[in-house]
């Protein structure tokens, strides 16, 4: 593989423009960047992560699985990124959507169901994975606007609706394999007429 690039500043965006991969010069706000954007803020926090699951992988065996499914995922974010960049790319394909099925399947089997709503908390492994599913929707809610503007292909929508809800569901796991209670939703207490 070649070099992707030679130099970092173009100065070409000082203006508040970007260029897109198929030369089109849209500005820094339009839909188009604004999706690439939160997918790229949710991929550097699932980095986090996968990195903050490494490092507590030793004391928590259970986490790897996690880590071998979550991996892929950022590799992923960067192809649907591309199809955001270059829109006549197709990287992602259904089978992508159908893994992120499979593993919230098999997940929830061992979760069982959930008995009331949950606060992202109990540990910083929980609330990072909580992070990552409320950016995922940000990113599923830019996705969509585009959507509406522009037309995009339909698995990238999927993947990323998808991925929010893997990663609550591995919030869940997370929780269950480090022996953490998951921090119950209480409503608010109602005052007495």
Known sequence: MGYRLSKIYTRTGDAGETGLADGRRVPKD???VEAMGELDTLNSQLGLLLAELAEQQAACPGLDELIEVLAPCQHRLFDLGGEMAMPEYQALQAHEVERLEAAIDRWNEELGPLQNFIL???SRLIAQAHMCRSLARN???RCQQLNALEPIRGVGLAYVNRLSDLLFVAARL????????????QAAPKQAD
């Not at 997370?174 to 921090?183: L, N």
Request: without cysteine; charged residues 35%; glycine residues 14%.
């Open 139 to 141: 990113a599923e809610r």
């Open 174 to 185: 997370i929780a269950r394999r480090q022996g953490v209670d998951e921090v119950l939703w």
């Open 120 to 122: 992202p908390g109990g």
């Open 30 to 32: 339009h839909p188009r």
